[in-house]
C-alpha cells in the first residue's frame, strides 16, 4: 500500500505522483488543504516537507526518489523486480 500526502501547489508532489502513475503502482491520495485526517497525520509527526510518501509502513519525506525506489523495490530501469 502506497500513500502520498501532498498540496496542490507541490511540484515535488506532482513529480513522485506521475512517477508512481508511471510505473504502474496504485496510491492513494491525501490532500492536505483540505483533508482533516491527512494534515492530523503531518501534525502528528512533526513532518514539514512534502511529499510524504508512505510505503509498506515507511515513512519518507520529500522528493527522495532513491528511497522511493528502494522502497518499492524498483532496479535502475524504474522496472519492478
Known sequence: M???YTMP???YCRSVK???RQTGVDYEEFDLSHDKAGQAF???RGYTGLPVTVIDGEEIVGYD???IKA???LDGRDEVK
Open 2 to 4: 502506497v500513500r502520498i
Open 9 to 11: 501547489t507541490c511540484s
Open 18 to 20: 506521475e512517477f508512481l
Open 42 to 44: 503531518m501534525k502528528l
Open 65 to 67: 526518489m532513491p528511497r
Open 71 to 73: 522502497a518499492l523495490g
